[in-house]
């Protein structure tokens, strides 16, 4: 990518016999939110610990601002906010003294961190609570301050890991709103999440992984039309899952593209709805959902259903 901020060359990282990370290639541009999705143990979260310098690659190279990790990686850590999946707030601090006490690690001058202290309280909504510790906060209110921690020095680039696991929909909405500003402000955004819906409001593009490899890339609706077809029809309720299965139901089935089973819902995947809802109508037991093909969609049809144990 021309005038990339930060660009993966064919990284690699193996553990022992399995390879966790596979060739993979990515560049962030400026003002771009890439979105890094996949199931436990794609390598999304190895992937930022070697973007951040934590872990070393075993082979290919990373390059931030002009620079090289890890021979630089303190002048590039200098540009990056970080936002972990676990909160690493201090507990014995206030939220303003955990945001002082954070500038100072970058070597900012006392004054500057004060005088950026209530302006990153007021946009993480959290003005109110500058003299609450850690404890005294809701799970949402946590992520905020963690997000207004790594805007301290006010970074090029922000590498958000799962940011938003653990919060309920009204927070969840609040932090996307907070995102978008920062995009809105030039800020890069690196993403990497479990939530869908979260990736396609949030993301310029997205990176899918999987067992370590890049499996598709691209703008999410692009992603969308390319591997999906436009509608799909669920269906659920007693004897739905005959519809996937019996032969007396071979012609329902072939009004769709595709039909797939997760749990008692059956999947169908079609050009035209409309034919194969009329057939459906006959069976008044069942019942039936028709919506756009989404991103969850598509990260089913790449990854599988199949459930992945954490790793």
Known sequence: MKDALFECRHLVKRYGDSTVV????????????????????AGKTTTIRMCLGLTAPDAGSITAFGLGMPRDALAIKAQLGV?????????????????????????????????????LLDFASLAHKAHAKPGELSGGMKRRLSLARALVNNPRLLLLDEPTTGLDPQARHLMWERLQMLLQQGKSILLTTHFMDEAERLCTRLLVLDHG??????????????????????????????????????????????????????????????????ALSEHHHLRTLHRPANLEDLFLKLTGRQIREDG
Request: charged share 20%.
């Open 22 to 41: 596979d060739d993979l290639s990515f560049a962030i541009g400026p003002g771009e939110c890439l979105g890094v999705i996949g199931p436990n143990g």
């Open 83 to 119: 936002v972990s999946q676990m909160d690493t707030l201090d507990p014995d601090f206030d939220c303003a003294e955990n945001l002082l006490v954070y500038g100072r690690y970058f070597g900012l001058p006392s004054a500057t961190v004060r005088e950026r202290v209530p302006q």
């Open 213 to 278: 490899r890049k499996i598709a890339e691209g703008k999410p609706r692009d992603l969308i039309a390319q591997h999906l077809e436009p509608d799909v029809v669920e269906v659920y309720g007693q004897g739905a899952l005959a519809l996937a299965h019996a032969e007396e139901h071979a012609a329902l089935r072939g009004l769709a593209a595709r039909v797939e089973v997760s749990g008692e819902t059956v999947f169908f995947y079609t050009a035209q709805a409309m034919p194969l809802l009329a």
